[in-house]
T-cell receptor, first 112, second 116 residues
């Protein structure tokens, strides 16, 4: 089992819809969770971080964390074509030092 | 805030030469920086963790004598690819850890290396 798992996609949603991206992790003791967006040919950009169970909202983005079920998700409301990118889930695993463990990413395509 | 720069953004070099890439945190002090490599259509691969004033910690399979890392100050880390070969051609990305936000890493824009 991979430490951080994401569906590679592509996930296609129509413009204006809600995109739901999911991530599961294996280490129950993990405390910090991150979502990064990476456009093709560019470096990752931090979108959100979440430490506590529940929802965290920032503009059109909502991160959801459920430590009991070991999953973290990212919702993008009113999806725009400019949201088309690969979304990387990253987790600070227990005992990982300062490192983040990244999932392989989910490719999102927002279609007109 | 939380801006990380990298220089150069791209470099083309001949096989056998060495290339140095700089990573700077512009508006915060980064006690820890990370170096990643990414091949086309593949995931980020962590190469090493760099702590200011100490030796870098390399991931398994990464040659420390080939990829020299120096983190001499709280705002600068360098990666030198020594005796580069075509198989070293890749997208090299650094990140810096913001000590005020546990575990949060901010990425530089990356350096695209092409070895001829």
């Amino acid at each position: 089992q991979k430490e951080v798992e994401q569906n590679s996609g592509p996930l296609s949603v129509p413009e204006g819809a809600i995109a739901s991206l999911n991530c599961t992790y294996s280490d129950r003791g993990s405390q910090s969770f991150f979502w990064y967006r990476q456009y093709s040919g560019k470096s990752p950009e931090l979108i959100m971080f979440i430490y506590s169970n529940g929802d965290k909202e920032d503009g059109r983005f909502t991160a959801q964390l459920n430590k009991a079920s070991q999953y973290v998700s990212l919702l993008i409301r009113d999806s725009q074509p400019s949201d088309s990118a690969t979304y990387l889930c990253a987790v600070a695993l227990t005992g990982g030092g300062n490192k983040l463990t990244f999932g392989t990413g989910t490719q999102l395509k927002v279609e007109l | 805030g939380a801006v990380v720069s990298q220089h150069p953004s791209w470099v083309i070099c001949k096989s056998g030469t060495s290339v140095k890439i700089e990573c700077r945190s512009l508006d915060f002090q980064a006690t820890t920086m990370f170096w990643y490599r990414q091949f086309p259509k593949q995931s980020l691969m962590l190469m090493a963790t760099s702590n200011e004033g100490s030796k870098a910690t390399y991931e398994q399979g990464v040659e420390k004598d080939k990829f020299l890392i120096n983190h001499a100050s709280l705002t600068l880390s360098t990666l030198t690819v020594t005796s580069a070969h075509p198989e070293d051609s890749s997208f090299y990305i650094c990140s810096a850890r913001d000590g005020d936000l546990p575990d949060t890493q901010y990425f530089g824009p990356g350096t695209r290396l092409t070895v001829l």
